[in-house]
């Protein structure tokens, strides 16, 4: 129990600005392991955003709310997911082929596909929480950051990482395996199916296909995944999971 609950807060201390990790011996192993408790992390995110809608909907409109809802999940995951974003945009919109597209992506500045292509997700998903309907917000605040989270170890363990100097991103992808991503399925499809009951079910299907062509994607695109593309596909798939419960509601 004990080593569960150490990799629950790498996991933890990865994917948010909180210091959850202190005394922990991080390695390799655990860093792999901890990715099968990702979607945990994303659940306990959206619990928080929960609990703040919850306090603040008596006082401040609606429009503003889930503007403010969005912005703490960014506060709390230290925007480390939407600078892949705009890195994935500017090496897939400006390299000629694979080794530029890298080469781009490794850059540090950001271009204007990569600011025009953040902006606009970031209005995307700030339509699809506000039209959201009520009696589905706080389930799908759950739901859509442990999708993001989820899609992360689906692409990890399903991809081959592609820079051969390695990063942030290969520890993971190197040492997650099967049971991870059991694990974090799991957790997805349980989330889904209390959270929605019977269209959960579909919900956590369709997620599927989406992470799958986003794989498939990324393969032929590049030969596989990056830290920027894992970051990137994780706000993607938050984004399809409101546009689903849009569709679904």
Known sequence: MKQQWDDFRTAGAFLTIFPLAEHVVIDNQRLGRSMGLFPAVGLALGLLLVLCNGLLSPLIPRAVLDCLLLLLLILATGALHLDGVADMIDGLAGGRDRESSLRIMKDSRVGAMGVVGLVMLLLLKYL??????????????????????????????????????????????????????????????????????????????????????????????????????????TEMSEVFALLLILAFY
Not at 131 to 144: D, E, G, I, N
Not at 151 to 180: D, I, M, N, P
Not at 183 to 191: F, G
Not at 217 to 227: A, D, I, N, P, S
């Open 128 to 233: 699809c929480l506000y039209h959201v309907p009520l009696a589905q917000k706080s389930a799908a605040l759950c739901l859509m950051p442990t999708a993001g989270r989820w899609c992360q170890v689906f692409l990890a363990r399903c991809s081959s990482y592609v820079r051969a100097e390695g990063g942030t991103g290969s520890v993971f992808v190197e040492h997650v395996g099967a049971a991870e991503l059991l694990r974090a399925s799991l957790t997805l499809l349980l989330a889904a199916l209390v959270l929605f009951q019977f269209n959960g079910f579909w919900l956590a299907v369709l997620l599927l296909l989406f992470a799958v062509l986003l794989m498939y994607y990324f393969e032929r695109r590049l030969g596989g995944v990056t830290g920027d593309i894992l970051g990137a596909a």
